[in-house]
């Protein structure tokens, strides 16, 4: 019973914490000859069910100590810990019953769900030529994998009508006392002060009042869309998906470029309200005066200059960690989210008439 | 009970309920029992048409509330509601120059709920632009973009474009100030794209200013052209979750 056999794949087992309770528990592993104990984690031969401990297992090549059978260990989220669910008990081998038959018993269940839906899910599942063993085996693999999956009805279909059923009833309220705004009649010969765009083109629209409109308004946001595409064929480990930040580090790093971000834009954006870059560089090198190389140097040279800057600061910021690739791509879409957030914002409650910065709380009226 | 032949007695209220949930005409229209048991819970939801978007199982770990915050699932819940909004509103709105404006009076004082349904789409749509941002959010910071999942994260992206895009072509359809300088605030930042920003903005307006051209060309694309094209990415979207192993599931 060689895995090489015929394109068979080795099967996956997974890994079974022991407690007082298992059958296993005391067993000797024939690895290592101790005995498995409460707490530790086993392992179970796909073919003769002898219990290994799940280290032994991987150290000495993935097989089984008695009959070589080859397994790999199914190295998957929340897979082994998580308890039987529904009343069904670990990896029992039984018969799949015709469709038509009575509710089933407990029993039955997870080989029944994983023999419609599952089995076709799953690769690792399929039924291999000729191979009755292997089929068993296929058969209590997809077994396993029912363990930790809970039926859609009701338990995600629940959570969702529910917030369905809430959304419509927030967005009916909020539109039953809050109405939309509709001004004057559109009037071509009349702009009003200041003129904005929808409030999540107002990043833009920000950016705008600092640089060249071409990099502003289509070069930065074709930048991103690329980039934001481009993060998974970057970042292409996998064996952190579905943890937050990809844990404690990750979430440092989170915040690290939260702060960073936000005191930069802001800096930033003070500095050119109240400074002015433009005026400045073109006084020091008067040959800047002309416009068309103004354009060239202060509206896209310079702050393309200053974005990549920054965009290697924050880089520097977090080299102490000794950043993953995920811990990157952390670090700048974080940039982004807040970048784009607070631009929207500094757009939305802070410009007022010709886009001067106010506070909130003294904004002149708008000028209609 | 369900053999049809009630007995002498008038049948028990349980008799009736379960009647109601398993007997002949419940069958007949969804084929299967009330899902009360885990075999004809997963039937269910295997042979329903709508339900079947998703997988009859999901892994526990996935649909936590604090896991997806069902971002996803309120974004797609906002794009239902606001197409029916929209269909009501596109009885009453003529994208005219000369009468799109009065329309949207009228919706707001004349029209029986007008002002409710206008209200509703106008929230909704910023609502729509905020949850698929934070659903985005949520995917990046949970790493579910990892691969095998990567194209659709590409999908996703793009879905937020759609979405920008549907909310800013009706946002000129009021025909008022704010919608009318918002818009030409946005084309002319179109408009400065390199070597072909003035195609664009021609594009854009279907015309050298705003005008006739311009409302029926951004009315168009915002009740025919976007939703498609945004129905079409967000099938794949949804069958990609499947196909790309489910939901991802936190460790």
Known sequence: ?368 | MASGTLGQRPPTGAQVWDWLRNGRVFKSIFRYSYPSDRRNRIMTVAKNVFLHLHPSQVPRGGIRVTYTWCLGGLSFMTFLMLTVTGVLLMFYYVPSVTRAYQDIQDLETVVTFGMLMRNIHRWGAHMMVITVFLHMCRVFYTGSYKPPREFNWVVGVILLVLTLLLSFTGYLLPWDQLSFWAVTVGTTIGGAAPIIGKQINFLLLGDFEIGQNTLIRWYTLHVIALPLILSLFLSVHFWRVRQDGGISQPM
């Open chain 1, 1 to 368: 019973m060689s895995g090489s056999e015929a394109g068979v794949k080795p099967a996956l087992i997974s890994v079974r914490p022991t407690t007082a309770e298992s059958k296993w528990a005391g067993k000797e592993c024939p690895h290592c000859k101790k005995d498995i104990s409460a707490g530790e984690n086993a392992v179970l031969c796909p073919k003769c069910y002898t219990p290994h401990h799940k280290d032994c297992w991987t150290t000495h090549g993935n097989v089984c100590a008695l009959d070589q059978t080859p397994a790999n260990i199914m190295e998957r989220a929340g897979r082994a810990a998580a308890p039987a669910v529904d009343g069904a008990p670990v990896g029992t081998p039984a018969p799949v019953k015709p469709a038509a038959e009575a509710p089933a018993p407990p029993k039955a269940a997870p080989v029944k769900a994983a023999a419609v839906p599952v089995a076709a899910a799953v690769p690792a599942a399929k039924p291999a030529a000729g191979g009755g063993a292997s089929s068993a085996r296929a058969m209590r693999s997809a077994a396993r994998r029912a363990q930790a999956q809970l039926t859609t009805w009701p338990h995600l279909l629940m959570p969702e009508f529910l917030s369905a059923v809430l959304l419509m009833i927030g967005l009916t309220v909020m539109a039953w006392f809050v109405n939309a705004p509709l001004e004057e009649h559109s009037n071509p010969n009349h702009t009003p002060n200041p003129s904005k765009a929808p409030w999540y083109f107002l990043n833009l629209q920000e950016l705008l009042l600092h640089m060249h409109p071409g990099l502003a308004g289509v070069v930065i946001p074709t930048i991103i869309i690329v980039l934001l595409m481009a993060i998974p064929y970057v970042d292409i480990t996998s064996d952190d998906t579905g943890v937050w930040f990809s844990g404690a580090q990750g979430k440092k790093v989170f915040w690290i470029s939260t702060v960073y971000t936000f005191l930069w834009a802001w800096a930033l954006i003070l500095a050119d309200e109240f400074v002015g870059v433009r005026a400045v560089i073109e006084n020091a090198i008067p040959v800047l005066k002309i416009s068309w190389l103004s354009e060239i140097v202060t509206q896209t040279m310079v702050p393309t200059a200053i974005m990549w800057a920054v965009a290697v600061g924050l880089y520097i910021s977090i080299a102490h960690l000794k950043p993953t690739v995920r811990d990157v791509m952390i670090a700048y879409f974080t940039a982004f989210v807040i970048a784009w957030i607070l631009l929207a914002l500094v757009g939305s409650a802070f410009r007022g008439p010709a886009m001067v910065l106010y506070w909130p709380w003294n904004m002149p009226p708008r000028i209609a």
